[in-house]
């Protein structure tokens, strides 16, 4: 039931695991929020680091019915891995990008303006079928999208080329620049703008399959944003998008990774001992040390030196000194793990580990960052508690397949 990158024998200096059962948990609740809306799970990023193709397949057995990427290639990968029957949108594009590969992968793919639209139709003539093309609108955000006085002139042309045959125009779309932010005067005001624009063209005739605003905490706390679908993202991986809005138990998620390490080292060392690079931090005593063999390169971040919260031995510790590219230095006040315990660096809080948002809190970042950045090196292990219930269920009842060789 499980999945790594190292034979289930090795042990591991480091794991990430990703508990799908949650993630599956996270879309139905992000479904059971969508006030009937259709549900887009974004896994970008190789799914804010889950690890997207199992993330993608769990979420779409939960009921998601679109996959959303950044990039086309992450797109074009989910196509090659067999994602074949799901529509997948993509939305961050440069001059000269795949376009003719995403047309012919049936990806549905974002225009912001008219550089873009005529790339992607000259594209559809070469590959001679039609683009899936979904127009961004800028409501407010002042990133991609097109602006509100460029819009009639986008509108028109994608018309024509619609008219042409050379694209479908699948859908409307615009992004939230402060809905983690509850009460903030720019949601109202880009609601408003993006019904105005959605107007506007569907005015002149454009008649998309989905129009879509909201983000992960749109989607969960703002139902007069849902239109016809929701993307969301960081709120499948059990993380709140932002503590304002509440704790992830709160917004009814789950988080569904847990990093966690080795010790490789616990050793006595006298009072006044410097420890790691610059001696930021010196012992107050005679006290035992412990190695845990990941660093920056790893993806925890050096900004939390002095203050990443461990759980060793059921007692939370606090990194000591610098956190050093492989390693860093927790300070055990005397307690003498074995070397090999097992040390959480955050996770649900269950077992009263930390979580990401701590780990955000001692860096001076976002819980997003925290589990985006955990590097390839630290391997994915996949544990599906309902696909093992399951797999007990059928033995249980006679079943001939053996559930531990069951792929989870």
């Given at each position: 039931?499980?999945?790594?990158?190292?034979?289930?024998?090795?042990?591991?200096?480091?794991?990430?695991?990703?508990?799908?059962?949650?993630l599956?948990?996270n879309v139905?609740?992000?479904?059971?929020?969508?006030?009937g809306?259709?549900?887009?799970a974004?896994?970008?990023?190789?799914?804010?680091?889950?690890?997207?193709?199992?993330?993608?397949?769990?979420?779409?057995?939960?009921?998601?019915?679109?996959?959303?990427?950044?990039?086309?290639?992450?797109?074009?990968a989910?196509?090659?891995?067999?994602?074949?029957?799901?529509?997948?949108?993509?939305?961050?594009?440069?001059p000269?990008?795949?376009?003719?590969?995403?047309?012919?992968?049936?990806?549905?793919?974002?225009?912001?303006g008219l550089?873009?639209?005529?790339?992607?139709?000259?594209?559809?003539?070469a590959?001679?079928?039609?683009?899936?093309?979904?127009?961004?609108?800028?409501?407010?955000?002042?990133?991609?999208?097109c602006?509100?006085?460029?819009?009639?002139?986008?509108?028109?042309?994608?018309?024509?080329?619609?008219?042409e045959?050379?694209?479908r125009?699948?859908?409307?779309?615009?992004?939230?620049?402060?809905?983690?932010?509850?009460?903030?005067?720019?949601?109202?005001?880009?609601?408003?703008?993006?019904?105005e624009?959605?107007?506007?063209?569907?005015?002149?005739?454009?008649?998309?399959e989905?129009?879509h605003?909201?983000?992960?905490p749109a989607?969960?706390?703002?139902?007069?944003?849902?239109?016809?679908?929701?993307?969301?993202?960081?709120?499948?991986?059990?993380?709140s998008?932002?503590?304002?809005?509440?704790?992830?138990?709160?917004?009814?998620?789950?988080?569904?990774?847990?990093?966690?390490?080795?010790?490789?080292?616990?050793?006595?060392?006298?009072?006044?001992?410097?420890?790691?690079?610059?001696?930021?931090?010196?012992?107050?005593?005679?006290?035992?040390?412990?190695?845990?063999?990941?660093?920056?390169?790893?993806?925890?971040?050096?900004q939390?030196?002095?203050?990443?919260?461990?759980?060793?031995?059921?007692?939370?510790?606090?990194?000591?000194?610098?956190?050093?590219?492989?390693q860093?230095?927790?300070?055990?006040?005397?307690?003498?793990?074995?070397?090999?315990?097992?040390?959480?660096?955050?996770?649900?809080g269950?077992?009263?580990?930390?979580?990401?948002?701590?780990?955000?809190?001692?860096?001076?970042?976002?819980?997003?960052?925290?589990?985006?950045?955990?590097?390839?090196r630290?391997?994915?292990?996949?544990?599906?508690?309902?696909?093992?219930?399951?797999?007990?269920?059928?033995?249980?009842?006679?079943?001939?397949?053996?559930?531990?060789?069951?792929?989870g």
């Amino acid at each position: 039931m499980t999945e790594t990158a190292s034979p289930p024998s090795a042990p591991l200096r480091a794991r990430a695991e990703i508990d799908l059962a949650a993630l599956r948990a996270n879309v139905r609740t992000v479904r059971a929020k969508a006030s009937g809306a259709a549900v887009m799970a974004v896994v970008k990023s190789d799914a804010y680091g889950h690890g997207a193709l199992r993330c993608a397949r769990a979420a779409l057995a939960a009921g998601a019915t679109w996959l959303g990427t950044a990039t086309p290639e992450e797109a074009l990968a989910l196509r090659a891995a067999g994602l074949r029957d799901v529509r997948i949108m993509c939305w961050l594009w440069v001059p000269g990008g795949p376009w003719r590969e995403a047309i012919e992968a049936d990806l549905d793919v974002s225009v912001s303006g008219l550089w873009a639209l005529r790339e992607v139709v000259g594209a559809a003539r070469a590959a001679g079928r039609p683009a899936r093309v979904q127009l961004k609108a800028d409501t407010g955000l002042g990133r991609g999208g097109c602006q509100p006085g460029d819009w009639a002139e986008l509108v028109a042309e994608a018309l024509n080329a619609e008219r042409e045959g050379l694209i479908r125009i699948t859908g409307l779309w615009s992004h939230f620049a402060c809905a983690d932010e509850p009460g903030h005067p720019s949601v109202a005001a880009q609601l408003t703008g993006f019904r105005e624009m959605v107007a506007h063209a569907e005015g002149r005739g454009v008649r998309p399959e989905v129009r879509h605003i909201a983000n992960s905490p749109a989607a969960l706390t703002l139902p007069e944003s849902h239109f016809d679908l929701v993307r969301a993202g960081i709120a499948l991986y059990g993380v709140s998008p932002s503590p304002e809005l509440g704790t992830p138990a709160e917004l009814g998620l789950r988080p569904v990774m847990t990093l966690s390490a080795s010790l490789a080292l616990v050793k006595h060392v006298p009072g006044g001992h410097g420890v790691s690079y610059g001696h930021h931090y010196t012992t107050a005593g005679d006290t035992t040390l412990a190695l845990i063999p990941v660093g920056y390169a790893d993806g925890v971040p050096r900004q939390a030196s002095g203050a990443g919260p461990v759980l060793v031995g059921g007692k939370w510790r606090t990194a000591a000194g610098r956190i050093a590219m492989d390693q860093f230095v927790v300070d055990l006040g005397g307690d003498e793990p074995e070397a090999g315990a097992e040390a959480v660096l955050f996770g649900p809080g269950d077992r009263g580990e930390p979580t990401a948002q701590d780990w955000a809190n001692a860096a001076g970042t976002i819980a997003y960052e925290i589990v985006t950045r955990i590097g390839a090196r630290v391997p994915r292990v996949y544990v599906d508690a309902e696909a093992d219930a399951g797999a007990d269920a059928e033995a249980d009842a006679g079943a001939e397949a053996d559930a531990d060789g069951q792929d989870g």
